[in-house]
């Protein structure tokens, strides 16, 4: 089988089940259940008042930011390609007690599933990672907001993703620029999250995107570029040199050069 998309489908619909156990706590399952969270804090910072938007979180995993996008008042659908995500996602929302649509599919099936058009659509943290082209990712966008409609988004900045920690230092070991055609190939026994659990489909394929190449798909797709911000902190450990911020989030440690670690941004459908 050598479809990217199949292979990265197989993998999350395998992570999405451990994920779903919560053992290490890194998804906060039993707050998201209760009600008790919310967004990260770069994302609360800057969405705005999203109460009675209709709002696309494209990619949403196991739902847990549609919840929260719920929490503040939006009416939210969720799509995702990976069934057991999906399923997941439903169950937590019943278990919260909140009413929210969850499609499966692939990105590129977002303006058949879910045509909207919708107010908003939100998508952060590992997204576009698992996307061969943008400009598909870019074009469904704009064609499932409504006029007046913003992109939220925010995602680990290229100029991280280009980087792995040798020895306790950080040295560049991908180009910044992965080709459609020959994606970056992992294999990860375990997920993320720090759960002990070996998946049997450990492959990934996956693509790093520069910040040139995003800019050009959401203005060749029609959207204007209304905010854009690069952080120096990433919302998980991306890298075992990082130590913890006070407000949840992940930094590089005290004299290490800065860098932006992530980045967000606001596009508009004018
Ligand atoms: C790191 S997770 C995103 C997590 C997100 N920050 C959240 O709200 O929890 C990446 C998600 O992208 C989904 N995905 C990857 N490729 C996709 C595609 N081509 N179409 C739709 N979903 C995809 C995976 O199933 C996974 O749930």
Redo the contacts with the bound molecule.
């Keep these: 089988m050598n479809d990217p998309?199949e292979i990265?489908?197989r993998n999350?619909?395998e992570?999405?089940i451990i994920h779903a156990r919560d053992a290490t706590g890194f998804?906060r399952l039993d707050r998201v259940r209760s009600n008790q969270d919310g967004l990260d804090s770069i994302e609360a910072a800057e969405l705005g008042d999203i109460s009675q938007n209709n709002v696309l979180?494209?990619?949403?995993?196991?739902?847990?930011?549609?919840l929260r996008l719920v929490r503040l008042g939006a009416i939210a659908t969720g799509?995702?390609?990976?069934a057991e995500?999906i399923r997941i996602a439903r169950r937590l929302a019943e278990d919260a007690g909140l009413k929210v649509d969850f499609v499966q599919?692939?990105?590129?099936?977002a303006p058949r599933l879910a045509p909207g058009p919708f107010d908003l659509v939100y998508s952060?943290?590992?997204?576009i990672c698992?996307?061969p082209d943008l400009t598909v990712w870019a074009r469904v966008i704009a064609a499932v907001l409504a006029p007046g409609g913003d992109l939220y988004f925010a995602d680990a900045h290229p100029s991280f993703l280009v980087m792995e920690a040798r020895d306790g230092k950080l040295e560049p070991v991908f180009d910044f620029q992965t080709p459609v055609n020959r994606p970056l190939e992992f294999v990860s026994e375990t997920t993320y999250t720090g759960d002990p659990t070996v998946m049997t489909h450990q492959s990934t394929r996956e693509w790093i995107h520069p910040l040139s190449a995003i800019m050009e798909a959401l203005i060749g797709a029609g959207l204007t570029i209304k905010m854009f911000h690069e952080h120096e902190v990433l919302p998980w450990q991306g890298l075992p040199i990082m130590i913890p911020t006070a407000d949840g989030l992940w930094r590089l440690p005290d004299g290490h050069p800065r860098f932006p670690l992530s980045f967000s941004l606001r596009a508009r459908r004018e």
Excluded: K
Aim: overall charge negative.
């Design positions: 998309i990265n489908r999350w619909d992570r999405a998804y979180h494209l990619q949403c995993h196991i739902g847990t930011d549609t799509l995702d390609f990976s995500a599919g692939r990105v590129d099936e952060t943290w590992g997204t698992w996307l």
